[in-house]
């Protein structure tokens, strides 16, 4: 469905995307995940033919994105990170302007976004610039279906949106994926990357690892700590001194920190754990917790970057 040999993009002397090389295959639902300004969404603009490479080919359908955009144009939906329709049109009129660029209508595609369509239909005739986030991401998506595409780019298309309202995006995704739509979704969630068959870790303008995220996470070579106390601003500093620790980042209420997996460390985990406790204790900290947890989608990314 999508294939990049060696796409590079810059903008002046500012480079973008560096040798992308990328295949997404039919009924998938493929991720690429990053921080912002990694490239995600110039990735996904080259690919919807909305930006020419500088370096590279690919193709979209079959289609080469430079010489034949208006058949992939015909043929893909695209949903752009800012929402883009009409503000000044009901949510009734935007879907049949969409549908008539297109030569379709509401009525015969109807059955493709009805699931989604259904949640917002009761305000068919509010203006799009009054809808909330969660009911312009529906319709943007609606928008996005309506001329029926075998395949969908939906560049981050939660960001800003509440957690409930992305769930519900979400599942409406497994649902497309179902009626055999492939989705190419750019997103900076990397618990978003383990709702996708395959992903891949961008930073930079370059693909770090390509794979599905239970083998990416089954790669995680090292041990992986929670630590946290009544002191978190002084910890990041102390965790400096235990010299057994690779690496230590801050992950939400706490400090995830790196443990090499040495043979050694295996036998006696419990007393390195008990080591760094009576570090902390003799820096002042109290109420210290130390716990071994599975690594994540996050702890994998920030792997690659310390192996860059």
């Known amino acids: 469905m999508v ?28 991720g ?91 305000f068919k005739n509010r203006r799009a610039g009054d809808l909330s986030g969660g009911m312009k991401q529906k319709l943007a998506l609606s928008c996005a279906l309506i001329h029926k595409p075998r395949l969908l780019f939906l560049d981050e298309p939660t960001t800003g949106v509440d957690p409930v309202s992305r769930k519900e995006f979400w599942n409406m995704l497994v649902n497309l994926k179902k009626q055999g739509i492939t989705i190419l979704v750019t997103t900076p969630y990397m618990n978003e990357a383990a709702l996708c068959d395959r992903i891949a870790l961008m930073r930079h303008g370059r693909f770090l690892k390509v794979d599905t995220p239970n083998n990416l996470v ?15 601003s002084g910890l990041r500093h102390h965790l400096r001194e235990f010299k057994t620790a690779k690496a230590f980042y801050s992950f939400g209420e706490t400090y995830h920190l790196v443990i ?11 007393q390195e754990m008990e080591n760094l406790r009576a570090l902390l204790m003799g820096q002042g900290h109290n109420d210290i917790e130390i716990r071994k947890i599975e690594a994540g989608i996050e702890d994998c990314f920030m792997e690659l970057i310390r192996n860059e």
């Open 3 to 30: 294939h990049c040999e060696n796409i590079s993009k810059n903008f002046g002397k500012v480079p973008a995307l560096h040798d992308i090389n990328l295949n997404v295959g039919s009924g998938e639902i493929f």
């Open 218 to 232: 089954g790669q995680f070579s090292d041990n992986l700590w929670a630590v946290k106390s009544n002191a978190m």
């Open 260 to 270: 090499g997996k040495t043979e050694h460390a295996a036998k006696n985990e419990q």
């Open 32 to 122: 690429i995940i990053g921080p912002d300004g990694s490239g995600k969404t110039t990735l996904i603009r080259l690919l919807a033919t909305l930006l020419l490479p500088d370096h590279g080919s690919a193709k979209v359908l079959g289609y080469d994105v430079v010489k034949e955009y208006k058949k992939i144009r015909k043929s893909v939906g695209y949903m752009p990170e800012r929402f883009s329709l009409y503000l000044d049109l009901t949510v009734e009129e935007n879907l049949e302007v969409f549908a008539s660029v297109f030569g379709a209508t509401i009525k015969e595609n109807y059955e493709l976004i009805s699931d989604i369509y259904q949640q917002i239909e009761p």
